[in-house]
């Protein structure tokens, strides 16, 4: 019997750690800052939307939210949530987010970080978006 318990306290222990290690890297503040639109590619036609004429820019802070703004004009903001699905994929999800210039899955988007770029990718839409932003210094 107490061995049975020492293991069942070994294996809360174990998945509490891993838990814990888990929600410090979906926290990533890589992701914190104001990104500006640049262009979209994609769809059935795979087209390419440019942002021009509007200026399109998503502020994500550090306390899990964010405001879109059109124009200077915010039009859009709430919570966002990072989930990791496997090791190399994490997927941004917006709570009621609602834009008329950029459409954005509403499974949410794989987003990746390369230098000052920031892409977003569809989320399980096979004629889906990358769309494309740059960081806001």
């Given amino acids: 019997m107490q061995k049975s318990f020492i293991h069942l306290l070994s294996y809360l222990l174990f998945w509490g750690i891993i838990n ?13 800052g104001k990104w500006q639109w640049t262009y979209s590619y994609g769809g059935i036609a795979t087209q390419r939307i440019n942002s021009s004429p509007n200026i399109v820019v998503f502020n994500f802070n550090s306390d899990s939210t964010y405001n879109y703004m059109e124009n200077g004009v915010v039009k859009s903001n709430d919570k966002y949530q990072l ?4 090791a190399n994929t994490v997927v941004l999800r ?8 950029l459409w ?6 794989i987003y990746t970080i390369s230098g000052d770029t920031l892409t977003f990718t569809d989320y399980m839409i096979s004629d889906g978006y990358n769309h494309y932003f740059q960081r806001i210094k």
Avoid at 20 to 31: F, K, Y
Avoid at 83 to 86: E, H, K, Q
Avoid at 104 to 109: D, H, R
């Fill in 20 to 32: 814990a290690c888990t929600r410090s890297v979906e926290n990533n503040l890589s992701l914190v």
């Fill in 83 to 86: 989930t990791r699905i496997n």
């Fill in 94 to 101: 917006l709570q009621n987010f609602v834009a008329s210039k």
């Fill in 104 to 109: 954005l899955s509403p499974n949410g988007e």
